[in-house]
T-cell receptor
Framework: EPEVTQTPSHQVTQMGQEVILRCVPI?????FYWYRQILGQKVEFLVS????????KSEIFDDQFSVERPDGSNFTLKIRSTKLEDSAMYFC???????????????FGPGTRLTVT | AQSVAQPEDQVNVAEGNPLTVKCTYS??????LFWYVQYPNRGLQFLLK??????LVKGSYGFEAEFNKSQTSFHLKKPSALVSDSALYFC??????????????FGKGTKLSVKP
């Protein structure tokens, strides 16, 4: 069964450093997402991506964040200058998409635990 | 704005007994509702969804959920719990307000503990 994969599983970085989190969505999916989950809190939407551009973003997704689909398979989340409060589990997700249908479920990767020290 | 509430932080059930994990929602228009499960150190796994049609939705691992429009609820159920069902369960609603393309809004999660 196809699945979303993410690398690395755990990333430790110092405050102010740049990090890139990588995801490989399910191959025939067209819609991609990043969510995050701060320890003990709910899963929060960051950004969605379709047709090589951001479709939506939340208030959390400020200028320090960016996303990219550099090739036909990878989908990345970059944090330019990490802060302590960026420490969280970051989940990538993907789904099929049709303009007239919003019922497709999203499939999540196992997550990358980011620790900013 | 769309929102989801899971009123219980934890649910404890004995193995073999029925389980219910509660979820209520607030949406504008028709809801698109989902349940996900998270096992320790794993990602979110899709269990089931309600889009339209029958109010009782069946999903993976013997789980089902009942959509109740009058009570704005979407409770997750299983007739006979297994120890392996112990995990964190998230209810979610698809955000379609104001032309949104459908990111998920999650509840805070309910920890299910099934004892032998």
């Amino acid at each position: 069964e196809p699945e979303v994969t993410q690398t690395p599983s755990h990333q430790v970085t110092q405050m102010g450093q740049e990090v890139i989190l990588r995801c490989v969505p399910i191959s025939n999916h067209l819609y991609f997402y990043w969510y995050r989950q701060i320890l003990g809190q709910k899963v929060e939407f960051l950004v969605s991506f379709y047709n090589n551009e951001i479709s939506e973003k939340s208030e959390i997704f400020d200028d320090q964040f960016s996303v990219e689909r550099p090739d036909g398979s990878n989908f990345t989340l970059k944090i330019r200058s990490t802060k302590l409060e960026d420490s969280a589990m970051y989940f990538c997700a993907s789904s099929l998409y049709r303009r007239t249908e919003r019922g497709y479920e999203q499939y999540f990767g196992p997550g990358t635990r980011l620790t900013v020290t | 704005a769309q929102s989801v509430a899971q009123p219980e932080d934890q649910v404890n059930v004995a193995e073999g007994n029925p389980l219910t994990v509660k979820c209520t929602y607030s949406v504008s228009g028709n809801p698109y509702l989902f349940w996900y499960v998270q096992y320790p150190n794993r990602g979110l796994q899709f269990l089931l969804k309600y889009i339209t049609g029958d109010n009782l939705v069946k999903g993976s691992y013997g789980f089902e959920a009942e959509f109740n429009k009058s009570q704005t609820s979407f409770h997750l159920k299983k007739p006979s719990a297994l120890v392996s069902d112990s995990a964190l369960y998230f209810c979610a609603v698809r955000d379609i307000y104001g032309g949104s393309q459908g990111n998920l809004i999650f509840g805070k999660g309910t920890k299910l503990s099934v004892k032998p």
